[in-house]
């Protein structure tokens, strides 16, 4: 079982090739860091979704990603990079 975190950055520009993010250093983030335990990369990716589903309805440029936090990472999740932008 792992604790996997999801994470959101503010995009602050977007370029032909590359997306510059804010990593709100020592400051509160504008979109919630959200924690699930998991054992399988299908139940992380089923909880993604549904922190990208939440994401698009902020209507804020955003970069997704998860990471693990504790423990030990499902089979198959570094391979997965579950990383999105969104609202740009």
Known sequence: MATIQ?????????TPYSV????HMGVDRPFPTEKI????LSDVRIA???YVAK??????????SARVAKGRSPNGFAAAK???NVNI
């Open 6 to 14: 999801f994470n959101a950055y503010t995009i602050t520009e977007v």
């Open 20 to 23: 510059v993010i804010s990593l």
């Open 37 to 40: 335990e998991a054992s399988k």
């Open 48 to 50: 993604f979704a549904a």
């Open 55 to 64: 994401a698009k309805e902020s209507g804020m440029p955003l970069q997704l």
């Open 82 to 84: 579950l990383k999105e």
